[in-house]
Nanobody, 119 residues
Framework: QVQLQESGPGLVKPSQTLSLTCTVSSATITTSSYRWAWIRQPPGKGLEWLGVIAYDGSTYYSPSLKSHTSISRDTSKNQFSLQLSSVTPEDTAVYYC???????????WGQGTPVTVSS
């Protein structure tokens, strides 16, 4: 059972960079069968896919957010991270990290971490 744990500040000021980290257990982020993603849910809205990092470090982003989204990884710590620059109050959401096993067609979710963008 893959376990995911998000961590990061719960409050970010407008125009700053939001940085979150996902720590992965019971799977290795360099395993070819997995894809590692960030997803968010703003208050009262549906889930929004932000981007993904593959086992080889390649990244893909939502076209609408690509200009200020970056996903990176630290293989030594088995973690992957999200950076969202120039945030506005519209970036307020619960942020989830997600793992998808393409061979088993199974996905796993972190518990989510709420982030508020406010001055």
């Amino acid at each position: 059972q893959v376990q995911l744990q998000e961590s990061g500040p719960g409050l970010v000021k407008p125009s700053q960079t939001l940085s979150l980290t996902c720590t992965v257990s019971s799977a290795t982020i360099t395993t070819s069968s997995y894809r590692w993603a960030w997803i968010r849910q703003p208050p009262g809205k549906g889930l929004e896919w932000l981007g993904v990092i593959a086992y080889d470090g390649s990244t893909y982003y939502s076209p609408s957010l690509k200009s200020h989204t970056s996903i990176s990884r630290d293989t030594s710590k088995n973690q992957f991270s999200l950076q969202l620059s120039s945030v506005t109050p519209e970036d307020t959401a619960v942020y989830y990290c997600n793992a998808y096993n393409v061979r088993a067609s199974r996905e796993y979710w972190g518990q989510g971490t709420p982030v508020t963008v406010s001055s």
